[in-house]
């Protein structure tokens, strides 16, 4: 039977990933046993504190000592909200999912676990994901790791990583899959209601752009930028007013937003796009024209590359007049 240890590190843990990854593993595990078999696994939360408080104290946990745990065969990191003393407050725990993961077991990180997951060493060279809005932050901190905010799922050498939100719930399936087998994770998918065929997060992402940086030139080409959407932006010009070579102005943009100047200009007029799509009232020619792109085909290679959408199936899926039409 494979031991599975969902860990509880030190801090703001978000409450639905454990009991989540708990719910659906442990159903799994009944659903197995139901049809005869003898139980798979078992689950267990464990952690270096006694007792958790979360969500303004109405829950707590109460995990078993993780210092008992001598051997697990899969380790699971639940998301937390991230703050600069997390890594340094579980020293420890990150030491002994190394330990574990040398010893033989697959770990699996949920969102924002992957924090503790790569200041672990164990994600250097390797791909990995997290929700969106922790990206800035994560390539800030990792910048030698290849993070891929575009998958849903990553899998490299017995290690997973997910995306944000609930989409942890696809990883947890993709869990029971292994340990079990398809037709046990098609009865969770069904059970729980859960997409099992979902395999990207960019149509949920909202790109926010990044000023955080310190860097004042850049920040006044970024607003030049988004000022004129419309127009037909030439970098070397504008590197030129801003009395900076081009090759210098792309090495600083690069280093200071994490996307190239062509990259950053797509991105802001997808966003605003997405934006004039949900409120449904303009037809796509309309939006794309607002936004500056005068071949249709372009745009729609543009948008289809960073939401995972044509514009049509984005709108018909996010846009407020169409829910209105539907319901």
Known sequence: MKQVTIVV???NVNL???????????????????????PKIEVRIAGLVKELKLDLGFFSIYPINISDIKKTDLVIIPSFYYDEHLIEDNQRLINWIGEQYKGGAEIASICSGVFLLAASGLLDGKICSTHWNAAANFRRMFPHINLQTDKLITVEKGIYTNGGGY???????????????RE???????????????????????FQT??????????????????????KISFEELASKLAISRRNFDRR????????????????????????????????????????YSDDKAFREVFKKITGLSPLEYRSKYSKEVAMVSQ
């Open 184 to 206: 046990i994770a098609i009865f969770c998918s069904k059970l729980f209601q859960i997409d099992i065929e979902r395999h990207s997060q960019s149509p949920f992402h909202i």
């Open 253 to 292: 943009f690069n280093k200071a937003t994490g996307n190239t100047p062509v990259e950053y200009l797509q991105r802001v007029k997808v966003e605003v796009a997405k934006s004039t799509l949900e409120k449904g009232r303009k037809s796509v020619f309309e939006v794309m024209s607002e936004v500056g």
């Open 16 to 38: 639905s990933s454990i009991t989540g990854s708990f719910e659906i593993l442990t159903r799994a595990n009944e659903h197995w046993r139901s049809m005869g078999n003898q």
């Open 210 to 231: 990044q000023k955080n940086h310190g860097d004042e030139l850049i920040s006044r080409a970024q607003t030049y930028i988004e000022e004129n959407l419309s127009e």
């Open 167 to 181: 989409s942890f719930l696809n990883l947890i399936l993709l869990l029971v899959e292994k340990y079990f087998n």
């Open 9 to 11: 590190p030190n801090g």
